[in-house]
Nanobody
Framework: QVQLVESGGGLVQAGGSLRLSCAAS????????MGWFRQAPWKERVFVAA????????FVVDSVKGRFTISRDNDKNTVYLQMNSLKPEDTAVYYC???????????????WGKGTQVTVSS
């Protein structure tokens, strides 16, 4: 129904910034609530941020609040995650997800990208 491709990851020093992008095809993003998750090596995938279909509502987990911002541009069929003041513990593969409901858990999403690596050095 929808295909998602993440980009924008890379290697950055602690305190630096990155902007992740999630480009969608197959369906327009206005049909979906969107979320970002991350998975560190040898750990389970965890929720990071979510945004409603229109972009009017957003939520980010406490550990990144004030540092990360989720946004979307439905005309470009793209969702973004702006990451500032990065810490080594932010190192993970970041995944974009689309679903029919506004959710903070993985089962709330039906479609997933393959992920983009973010590495933060100390």
């Amino acid at each position: 129904q929808v295909q998602l491709v993440e980009s924008g990851g890379g290697l950055v020093q602690a305190g630096g910034s990155l902007r992740l992008s999630c480009a969608a095809s197959g369906r327009t993003l206005i049909n979906f609530d969107m979320g970002w998750f991350r998975q560190a090596p040898w750990k389970e995938r965890v929720f990071v941020a979510a945004i409603t279909r229109s972009g009017a509502g957003t939520f980010v987990v406490d550990s990144v609040k004030g540092r990360f911002t989720i946004s979307r541009d439905n005309d470009k069929n793209t969702v973004y995650l702006q990451m500032n003041s990065l810490k080594p513990e932010d190192t993970a593969v970041y995944y974009c997800a689309a679903g029919d409901t506004f959710s903070v858990v993985a089962p709330g999403y039906d479609h997933w990208g393959k992920g983009t690596q973010v590495t933060v050095s100390s």
